[in-house]
C-alpha cells in the first residue's frame, strides 16, 4: 500500500501562484506514472497534468502554459506549480499514482481562487 499526502493549498487571488506537493509512503519507480486531478463543485474529476518515464509531460489544455508538473524520483515526490491562477482553477486537487496498474490517490487540497 501506498499513501499519498498532499500539501500546498489555500486560497489564492486571482493571477497569484500556488505550488502543490505530494509525497509517497515509499519510492516509487520512475515508469510509474503520477499526476494530478482536480474536482470543482458539480463537475466530473479530470485530469490536470501527468508526468511519465523520462520525465514526459502531459497538460490539459485549460492549463497549458500555466502549470508545470516536476518530479523528485529521489524525495518520493511530485509537484505542482501553478502560475496565473484564475477562478475557474478553484477545486479539490487529487495526486494520482499508477503502481503495477492500481490507482492510488492522496486526500485532496483545497485550491481556491478568489478576490
Known amino acids: 500500500q501506498v499513501q499519498l499526502v498532499e500539501s500546498g493549498g489555500g486560497l489564492v487571488l486571482p493571477g497569484g501562484s500556488l505550488t502543490l506537493s505530494c509525497t509517497a509512503s515509499?519510492?516509487?519507480?520512475?515508469?510509474?506514472?503520477m499526476g494530478w486531478y482536480r474536482q470543482a463543485p458539480g463537475k466530473q474529476r479530470e485530469l490536470v497534468a501527468q508526468?511519465?518515464?523520462?520525465?514526459?509531460?502531459n497538460y490539459a489544455d485549460s492549463v497549458k502554459g500555466r502549470f508545470t508538473i516536476s518530479r523528485d524520483s529521489a524525495k518520493n515526490t511530485v509537484y505542482l506549480q501553478m502560475n496565473s491562477l484564475k477562478p475557474e482553477d478553484t477545486a479539490v486537487y487529487y495526486c494520482?499514482?499508477?503502481?503495477?496498474?492500481?490507482?492510488?490517490w492522496g486526500q485532496g487540497t483545497q485550491v481556491t481562487v478568489s478576490s
Open positions: 508526468i511519465r518515464s523520462g520525465g514526459t509531460t
Open positions: 494520482n499514482a499508477q503502481i503495477v496498474g492500481d490507482l492510488y
Open positions: 515509499r519510492y516509487i519507480l520512475s515508469s510509474s506514472p
